[in-house]
């Protein structure tokens, strides 16, 4: 591997790494201190912490771990490898602050009454490491790739999988976790949402992008190859050139946003692109009407 492609990775994997840390810092200093609750696997080892005192990067590596290499036996090597990069460096810094933790280097967030408070710097914290990963291509596993599997098997869309799997596990969260607890989480999920959603360079859900470029049927095999998303090509001319061309349109999920992008500059670094926000989008892949 020469050094400017081992450099362009780097500047994947670095901001993958740097959200990751964030994210185990605020479970650790916010969430359970306060116990608290997160969806998704995350909130599977944090049952597990509750009820077992079981350390959670333990668990997360162990749970996550099958899940990993499951999807890459079906989604391939291509589309999960970064993820494997979130799982592997999650793990490493719950435990690095694990140990900072009791030692005490840290001091975690804890309070008897004023959880509101714990609850939105533990939205804003979740929600920034979370939205650094997404932007640069990267995922912590678990749910995210049992969603992936299901849409690629049965046609489920993504969003759907991880709503119904976070009620299931934050529902369970009950039966060892006071209401008012959950009522909080609700409030620190939402603002994580939110900040994602910032972080990621929009409010809404999904972007449009239209991409003008002499090697649009190519760019398009591509992203249904990679991304598994419907393309469109529409027919035009150049209004200086008069030549015939083909401009590619394509509505992706914000977690796709850098690799669709990445994706076309590889194929064509001259490439025209247009993002724009979506407002609402219905159909396959995103929401059913």
Wanted: one cysteine or more.
């Amino acid at each position: 591997m020469n050094s400017s492609k081992l450099f362009a990775i780097s500047k994947t994997v670095a901001p993958i790494m740097l959200g990751t840390a964030v994210y185990a810092f605020g479970l650790l200093y916010f969430i359970i201190p306060n116990q608290l609750m997160e969806g998704g696997v995350t909130g599977i080892t944090l049952l597990l912490n509750y009820a077992f005192s079981i350390p959670i990067f333990l668990t997360t590596l162990l749970l996550n771990l099958p899940l990993f290499l499951l999807g890459w036996k079906i989604l391939g090597a291509r589309q999960i490898a970064y993820t494997g990069v979130g799982i592997g460096s999650l793990s490493l810094f719950l435990w690095i602050f694990e140990r900072m933790i009791a030692a005490g280097w840290i001091v975690p967030f804890t309070t008897e009454h004023d959880f509101i408070l714990a609850s939105l710097y533990a939205g804003v914290t979740l929600g920034a490491g979370l939205g650094i990963v997404f932007r640069f291509g990267g995922t912590t596993g678990g749910v995210d790739i049992v969603a992936r599997i299901c849409g690629r098997s049965f046609g489920w869309s993504m969003g759907q999988v991880i709503l119904a799997i976070d009620i299931l596990i934050i529902g369970a969260s009950l039966f060892y976790i006071p209401r008012e607890k959950i009522l909080y989480t609700l409030v620190a999920v939402f603002i994580s949402s939110r900040v994602i959603d910032f972080i990621q360079e929009g409010v809404y859900a999904a972007k449009a992008f239209t991409i003008i470029s002499d090697e649009a049927p190519k760019i398009a095999d591509l992203i249904g190859e990679e991304l598994e998303r419907g393309v469109t090509l529409i027919p035009a001319i150049g209004a200086y050139s008069k030549q015939s061309k083909y401009m590619v349109y394509c509505v992706v999920s914000r977690q796709e946003i850098r690799r669709l992008s990445l994706l076309v500059k590889s194929v064509d670094p001259r490439a025209f692109i247009i993002i724009n926000d979506v407002h609402d989008v219905q159909g396959e892949g995103f929401r059913e009407s």
